[in-house]
Nanobody
Framework: QMQLVESGGGLVQAGGSLRLSCTTS????????VGWRRQAPGKEREFVAT????????YYSDSVKGRFTISRDNAKNIVYLQMNTLKPEDTAVYYC?????????????????WGQGTQVTVSS
């Protein structure tokens, strides 16, 4: 069982930036896609971004497109989510997960082995 660990969350003012990191303990990401989802209080977990195994293909939700960038360093076994121009509505717990294949899916069932999440709070 792959264990994922997210880090980099925190409190930031609107307009600020944060970079989240996701890595694994034990097994590596290998040739699997990795994605980020988030869950705000009282809301369902929603898709944020996903990246294929090579890093060449990425997809974003409309709400973060142009502000967030997902990337991966397979040599270091880390996936990043660079978040710029943060808004209060970006406040949520952010989760990373490994995909079921190389393909960067966008729905919940495309992913497995979720991390525990990292809190991002954006103040207005």
């Amino acid at each position: 069982q792959m264990q994922l660990v997210e880090s980099g969350g925190g409190l930031v003012q609107a307009g600020g930036s944060l970079r989240l990191s996701c890595t694994t303990s034990g097994r590596t990401f290998g040739s699997y896609a990795v994605g980020w989802r988030r869950q705000a209080p009282g809301k369902e977990r929603e898709f944020v971004a996903t990246i294929d195994w090579s890093g060449a293909n990425t997809y974003y939700s409309d709400s973060v497109k142009g502000r967030f960038t997902i990337s991966r360093d397979n040599a270091k076994n880390i996936v990043y989510l660079q978040m710029n121009t943060l808004k209060p509505e970006d406040t949520a717990v952010y989760y990373c997960a490994v995909g079921n294949s190389w393909y960067p899916g966008t729905i919940e069932s495309d992913f497995r082995s979720w991390g525990q999440g990292t809190q991002v709070t954006v103040s207005s």
